[in-house]
């Protein structure tokens, strides 16, 4: 099947610091990708879709200019949380559609990036 | 809008029983449901879909599902539960091939031996 992978799988920063998430589709190709925040003991929560290309579409309440997404290649997109903070701590996992004819309706997951903000 | 209830924030089934793990949904259009599976600090996994065609679904692992229009429901079923099957699992639709989806809250199933 698809796999999607994520990197970090971890990362602990300092209050203030800027963090880059990568997500990449290996042996497809995703236009879209999107990215979701968990909380724990919680559902997934859409915060961005990533179109290569173009700029992202952000859900509402999302901070577009703290939450920096680049979709610059149609294996590659990168989520930078900007100036991170404590309650930034989350879960973070990315997910791309595949392309290819009859599968253009399932997300694949990627293992998530847990993130601690000192 | 588009929505998904799991009434169940956990189900219990001993080892070698059936399991049923419930989901209904609410889309304008026909609806794309899934079924994923997320084991502790890791991602989610596929495990099936409904798009179109038989109404009983198999997925990955002897799950199925099994799409009911009328009562816009899309329970995952498996007839014989294994420990390995304790996991979070999360029902979710879309309306098109292409939109995002909306997950369901999230069930926790514990597989006893």
């Known amino acids: 099947g698809a796999v999607v992978s994520q990197h970090p799988s971890w990362v602990i920063c300092k209050s203030g610091t800027s963090v880059k998430i990568e997500c990449r589709s290996l042996d497809f190709q995703a236009t879209t990708m999107f990215w979701y925040r968990q909380f724990p003991k919680q559902s997934l929560m859409l915060m961005a879709t990533s179109n290569e290309g173009s700029k992202a579409t952000y859900e509402q309440g999302v901070e577009k200019d703290k939450f920096l997404i680049n979709h610059a290649s149609l294996t590659l997109s990168t989520l930078t949380v900007t100036s991170a903070h404590p309650e930034d701590s989350s879960f973070y996992i990315c997910s791309a559609r595949d392309q290819s004819a009859g599968g253009q309706e399932t997300q694949y997951f990627g293992p998530g990036t847990r993130l601690l903000v000192l | ?113």
Request: aromatic fraction near 14%.
């Open chain 2, 1 to 113: 809008a588009q929505s998904v209830a799991q009434p169940e924030d956990q189900v219990n089934v001993a080892e070698g029983n059936p399991l049923t793990v419930k989901c209904t949904y609410s889309v304008s259009g026909n609806p794309y449901l899934f079924w994923y599976v997320q084991y502790p600090n890791r991602g989610l996994q596929f495990l099936l879909k409904y798009i179109t065609g038989d109404n009983l679904v198999k997925g990955s692992y002897g799950f199925e599902a099994e799409f009911n229009k009328s009562q816009t429901s899309f329970h995952l079923k498996k007839p014989s539960a294994l420990v390995s099957d304790s996991a979070l699992y999360f029902c979710a639709v879309s309306d098109n091939a292409g939109n995002m989806l909306t997950f369901g809250g999230g069930t926790r199933l514990m597989v006893k031996p």
